[in-house]
């Protein structure tokens, strides 16, 4: 995929005057800045607490990756077996849709309760909210296949080991890749809702600090960063899609608007 200086200057021009427009504002109308600092606020916060800042980005990165890494050993796991087992299928499967649908919040002070203070529960709700992407989006990309596809194997006697590398898997790739992306994000989400529940560290932790102590400035600039975090990971996913799922249509789609 390649870039053009068009595609990276016009996001950059737009939030630069997005900033200068903010901090315009902000003198004209003579906001508080307890209410709504000024952007020269946040750098000036973001400076003085810089490595603050970089100790608890640390334990919250730490707690969404290992939520999400075992949501998504968990996750493809059962979609796998849900595929593959009727009695997966008829039981359990139904029951993960009703969690899904269920305030993942809510579990937060449970976890807490049932495994601690410390950073494990961190990555249990982290676990607990992107599992459920991963599961939904994997059965269906594994279901989701042209029955043509396995009449021809089954008239070349394929084995199911074939039919499942060959053709179920690749086929599943660009709906894992899209439940990957949406927990990716959730797991920082997630992380962010347990250390609000019961922490001494992480971003969710400084949140509440600054809250406490009115620095909106210093809670702007973590809200900034947790933007930035689940960015940063978004676009990992996105650059490992395009080299292993290049058939893709949202591949394909990206790549012709470039």
Do not use: C
């Amino acid at each position: 995929m390649k870039f053009s200086l068009k595609n990276i200057a016009e996001p950059a021009l737009f939030f630069l005057a997005l900033l200068a427009l903010w901090e315009i504002l902000v003198k004209v109308v003579g906001v508080p800045a307890f209410i709504l600092p000024p952007p020269r606020d946040l750098y000036t916060s973001f400076t003085a607490k810089f490595f603050i800042l970089g100790h608890h980005s640390l334990i919250t990165f730490t707690e969404a990756v290992g939520g999400f890494a075992l949501s998504f050993v968990l996750g493809v796991g059962f979609a796998v077996g849900v595929v593959y087992s009727r009695h997966l299928q008829n039981t359990i499967y139904p029951l993960i849709v009703i969690l899904y649908a269920m305030p993942k919040s809510a579990f937060a002070p449970l976890m807490v309760i049932w495994i601690g203070y410390g950073l494990f529960s961190k990555i249990a709700i982290a676990f607990l909210v992107a599992f459920f992407p991963i599961v939904v989006n994997t059965v269906v990309g594994l279901k989701e296949v042209e029955p043509e596809l396995l009449d021809l194997a089954r008239i070349n006697r394929g084995s199911a080991w074939g039919v499942f590398k060959k053709i179920r898997l690749p086929n599943s790739l660009p709906y894992m890749f899209a439940g990957i992306k949406v927990a990716l994000v959730l797991s920082v989400t997630g992380a962010i809702v347990a250390e609000f529940v019961a922490a001494n560290e992480g971003l969710g932790y400084l949140v509440l600090q600054a809250n406490y102590s009115l620095d909106t400035a210093f809670a702007l600039v973590i809200l900034l960063i947790l933007a930035l975090l689940s960015l940063a990971l978004f676009v990992v996913v996105d650059v490992v899609q395009k080299k292993m799922v290049p058939w893709s249509a949202e591949v394909r789609q990206l790549e012709g608007s470039f």
